[in-house]
């Protein structure tokens, strides 16, 4: 494993948030805007990630360094539980329950991010989608919370606009399905607000705009008990 500076916590700074299994960072872009200090946690090398990057594997390095951060992010790889890889009978291996072990282990704040296809594994997830946050897009992600964190179920509007099938160009007045070799790179880039991702990075990532959400919750958590700490 890598082996990365060791990262503490200073009282007045930016709050810290590691981004394990990081990805081109769509996670970890929302985390930012919100307001931490992001770094990412990845087993293969991530040009593309716009923030600090250590190349590691994920749950090793949470088990050594996840208590020097003040909130985890962890988003263990979804394609053991998507519809497309079970038709085509890959194989992959199942990471959420480790990761969830790993998470809990610290002591701190997580959330934990899947696909529909693993929610009967996650504990209690809210889901969130595109349409919650003025996306043109549906794109459903799951998160778990751990370690005194809660996130409530934002109301789930309906879905009115039809999706373009598959791997097909995205007609006039039809939101894009942005998986698989799908057509229309640039406009995803704008509809996921994913400027600096290449398709590969797409059609797996978290729309910053989730990530921004539960940053802005997680921020109101950590400042609470600050001045809990304080008091």
């Avoid at 930016?14 to 970890?28: A, E, K, N, S, V």
């Amino acid at each position: 494993m890598t082996q990365p500076a060791t990262f503490r916590r200073v009282p007045g700074r930016q709050p810290t948030l590691l981004d394990l299994f990081c990805c081109q960072g769509g996670g970890g872009k929302g985390y930012e805007d919100a307001g931490f200090d992001v770094t990412g946690v990845d087993k293969d090398p991530q040009p593309r990630y716009p923030f600090r990057f250590v190349q590691a594997d994920a749950i090793a390095f949470v088990r050594e360094h996840g208590a020097e951060f003040d909130f985890i992010h962890a988003s263990p790889p979804c394609q053991h539980d998507s519809e497309c890889q079970r038709i085509q009978s890959n194989d992959h291996p199942d990471l959420i329950a480790p990761t969830r072990a790993a998470l809990e282990a610290t002591g701190r704040p997580w959330v934990m991010e899947n696909v529909r296809g693993a929610v009967p594994k996650l504990r209690a997830p809210v889901m969130l989608c595109g349409q919650m946050f003025g996306l043109a897009n549906y794109r459903h992600r799951f998160f778990e919370t751990g370690g005194g964190f809660t996130l409530a179920q934002p109301d789930h509007p309906s879905h009115l606009v039809p999706q373009a099938k598959m791997g097909r160009p995205v007609p006039p007045g039809h939101y894009g399905q942005f998986v698989g070799n799908f057509s229309g790179v640039d406009l995803a880039r704008r509809v996921l607000g994913v400027p600096w991702m290449n398709r590969d990075g797409i059609r797996e990532c978290i729309p910053p705009a989730y990530t921004h959400h539960i940053g802005t919750a997680a921020l109101s958590l950590l400042a609470t008990d600050r001045l809990g700490v304080a008091a």
